[in-house]
Structures are given as C-alpha cells and as structure tokens.
C-alpha cells in the first residue's frame, strides 16, 4: 500500500475511472495524497468517485479526442502521472471477428489510446518529467481467446516500450501493468450464461484465485511511485500465476 503522502503534489489522471479497475485506481492515488483526475466515456460512471476533475470523451471519436486533451489540459493542466486503464472487448474467439468488430476493438483499445497519450506525452516531453502505466492484459502475453483486443494489448505493450525508450532521457517512464481475470462487470455476460464459471476459472490459476481490483491497483501505484524511479519499459503481469505456466497440464497429465 503506498503512503498517504507518497502521491502528495502530483496530479494523476486515470481514464476509465468509472470501472471496476478505474475505481480501485482512484481510491489508491486519492488514498497517496494525488490529485486525481477522473476521464470516462460518460460522465454519470463517475458519479461517487472522489475527483478533483472529471471529463467525458470518446476514445474513438478522434476530432472530438483531439479537443477533449486540449480542453483537459487547459483545464486542469499536465498531469505528473496518466494511468490509461480504458478498455473493452467482446469478441472472444476467431469465428466472432467480423471485420466490424476487429476494427472497433484495435480502434478504442490501441488507436483510441495511442492518440490520447501522444496529446499528453508532448507538454509532458517539454516540461521533462512525466510517467505513463498502461492497463493491458495477459491476452497480449499468450493467447487466452479475444484475439483482437490481445492484439490492441500486444500494440499497448509495444507503444509504452516506444515511449520509455525515446523518451526517457526526458524524464518520461513507461510502464505496463498485464492483469489476469478480474471480477468486474465484464464478467456479468458470462456468469449469466454459466454461473458456475468463476470456479471453473480459478483452477487456471496457481494461486487457485483470480486477481481483486486492489492488487491491481497496487501494482500500478507502486509502478507510478518513486519507489519505481528507475523502471521503464517493463511489462509486468498480475495475473496469479496464470502466465507463469499450464497448472492443468501438470494437474491432468503430470499427475494423472
């Protein structure tokens, strides 16, 4: 758990505030002492949260994304830290790929956030500090269904080392953060199909349990903290193990 004060001075600004993850994320930074600014596609998803600013916009709406960044900006100026943590997938396995849903996937989980965080790495290159973590996924480590969200998530992972190794010597550092399986309302669809599939999920996982919001979001603070001064360009799963090996081989084919 970071200190009350270790984010104190710092503005953090996270996009998907109002989601599972986002929310645990504004805690977390509220709870270090930040100044957190809040940004989601509707404004009403953050309602509860404890923002000093909060801003609605379209990752896919490019012209409206350009104005919404500079109106951010002259708002409530350049942020220290930009956690982007907005995201959503849908199509599960190959034969769901229309060329519809491929390209609204790669267009808000990779173009959407490309495009937003070159409009914020520019004035944070001028003023030569700044840290971005970016949410992606253990989809982009290993093939766990969703292929074009894992696609967007692999292009995220690749756009953060971009960022960390050209940038860096202006005082920028670019980190990602790749959960597992979370319980948040994206599981809503399939648990109304098989509610029975949490469980059938965990033994997936060496630790026998998927990941919590919080554990997540302590992953990120400490990633955005000084105590990660000289991390750049690493990909770091939080996952439960889940990357780290195939349990059921060992458990079915090992062990039978």
Same mark, same amino acid.
């Given at each position: 758990?970071?200190?009350?004060?270790?984010?104190?001075?710092?503005?953090?600004?996270?996009?998907?505030?109002?989601?599972?993850?986002?929310?645990?994320?504004?805690?977390?930074?509220?709870?270090?002492?930040?100044?957190?600014?809040?940004?989601?596609? %509707?404004?009403?998803?953050?309602?509860?949260?404890?923002?000093?600013?909060?801003?609605?916009?379209?990752?896919?709406?490019?012209?409206?994304?350009?104005?919404?960044?500079?109106?951010?900006?002259?708002?409530?100026?350049?942020?220290?830290?930009?956690?982007?943590?907005?995201?959503?997938?849908?199509?599960?396995?190959?034969?769901?790929?229309?060329?519809?849903?491929?390209?609204?996937?790669?267009?808000?989980?990779?173009?959407?956030?490309?495009?937003?965080?070159?409009?914020?790495?520019?004035?944070?290159?001028?003023?030569?500090?700044?840290?971005?973590?970016?949410?992606?996924?253990?989809?982009?480590?290993?093939?766990?269904?969703?292929?074009?969200?894992?696609?967007?998530?692999?292009?995220?992972?690749?756009?953060?080392?971009?960022?960390?190794?050209?940038?860096?010597?202006?005082?920028?550092?670019?980190?990602?953060?790749?959960?597992?399986?979370?319980?948040?309302?994206?599981?809503?669809?399939?648990?109304?199909?098989?509610?029975?599939?949490?469980?059938?999920?965990?033994?997936? %996982?060496?630790?026998?349990?998927?990941?919590?919001?919080?554990?997540?979001?302590?992953?990120?603070?400490?990633?955005?903290?000084?105590?990660?001064?000289?991390?750049?360009?690493?990909?770091?799963?939080?996952?439960?193990?889940?990357?780290?090996?195939?349990?059921?081989?060992?458990?079915?084919?090992?062990?039978?």
């Amino acid at each position: 758990m970071s200190s009350d004060s270790e984010f104190s001075g710092k503005s953090v600004l996270i996009t998907g505030a109002g989601g599972g993850l986002g929310r645990a994320l504004v805690a977390i930074f509220n709870e270090g002492g930040a100044r957190v600014i809040g940004c989601d596609q %509707y404004i009403e998803a953050m309602d509860g949260l404890d923002l000093a600013g909060r801003h609605s916009f379209d990752l896919t709406d490019r012209p409206g994304l350009a104005t919404a960044a500079r109106k951010l900006i002259e708002a409530d100026g350049v942020a220290d830290i930009v956690i982007n943590n907005a995201g959503w997938t849908r199509a599960e396995t190959l034969p769901a790929l229309t060329q519809e849903r491929v390209e609204t996937e790669i267009d808000l989980n990779l173009t959407g956030v490309a495009s937003l965080t070159n409009a914020l790495l520019k004035p944070m290159v001028t003023r030569g500090a700044g840290c971005f973590v970016f949410i992606s996924s253990v989809n982009a480590l290993s093939h766990f269904g969703n292929p074009a969200y894992a696609a967007a998530k692999a292009g995220i992972n690749a756009l953060s080392r971009a960022i960390a190794v050209e940038h860096g010597r202006q005082g920028i550092r670019a980190n990602v953060v790749c959960p597992g399986s979370i319980r948040t309302p994206a599981w809503d669809h399939r648990l109304a199909k098989d509610p029975a599939i949490l469980g059938k999920l965990q033994r997936l %996982y060496p630790l026998g349990r998927i990941v919590n919001t919080r554990e997540v979001a302590e992953a990120v603070a400490f990633l955005a903290s000084p105590r990660a001064s000289g991390i750049t360009g690493t990909v770091l799963p939080v996952d439960a193990g889940l990357t780290a090996g195939c349990l059921p081989f060992i458990d079915d084919i090992l062990g039978a």
